[in-house]
């Protein structure tokens, strides 16, 4: 999966009403398991145009926008430019092919990312890896949906199912929601959409 090559094709028209909604609802459910984040870093993993980082900057001393498309991550750049931001940074690098060992953040959060890794379990041992001694990984993504079938993406996640194979990585403190149900918003279906804390 991966799906690099699409996001390259289609970063700079990305950014359309939909998506900017869903980001803000998602920005918003994110915002929900922050506390006491004013010093603390984050990753927007899987950032795209960076929609949903963009509006989580005042909640973090730092946000690093990592991709593994260099066009989303150009989008990203030209919007910290654009507005002066100056507790930004972005990074291009595939987390699915490579290791990176001197990256370190107290949040990481991912929108709608997972589904488009085939293999997610090294990535969240990645992750995991990243993460500072309590640290939180948030995810949001869909909930599963039989009526999808995609060979680009998973059908979305039961989050108890997803919680349990976390666990086996070492998250712990697992909690998570259902916060939006939309019309024709994944692959072209109804869908709802969860977000889920943990903590290493």
Do not use: W
């Not at 005042?58 to 430019?81: G, R």
């Not at 107290?106 to 293999?119: G, K, P, R, T």
């Not at 041992?125 to 990243?130: I, M, N, P, R």
Request: net charge negative.
């Amino acid at each position: 999966m991966g799906n690099t090559d699409k996001f390259e094709m289609i970063a700079n028209i990305y950014d359309t009403p939909e998506r900017i909604h869903i980001a803000k609802v998602s920005s918003e459910a994110i915002r929900e398991f922050l506390a006491d984040t004013r010093s603390k870093s984050a990753i927007d993993f899987g950032c795209g145009t960076g929609l949903v980082g963009m509006n989580l900057l005042n909640e973090f001393k730092t946000i690093l926008f990592l991709d593994a498309s260099q066009n989303m991550i150009s989008q990203v750049e030209n919007k910290i430019s654009a507005s002066k931001i100056q507790n930004a940074d972005t990074l291009c690098f595939d987390f699915e092919k490579d290791n990176l060992l001197d990256l370190h953040a107290d949040y990481i959060f991912m929108a709608q990312v997972l589904l488009h890794i085939e293999d997610y379990l090294p990535v969240l041992s990645k992750l995991y890896d990243v993460l500072e001694p309590g640290g939180h990984l948030i995810i949001i993504d869909f909930n599963k949906n039989n009526d999808i079938v995609s060979d680009m993406v998973h059908n979305g996640f039961d989050p108890e199912e997803l919680s349990a194979v976390m666990e086996k990585v070492g998250y712990q403190k697992i909690r998570f929601n259902t916060f939006y149900t939309g019309n024709n918003i994944f692959m072209g279906h109804d869908a709802s959409m969860f977000v889920l804390d943990s903590q290493k």
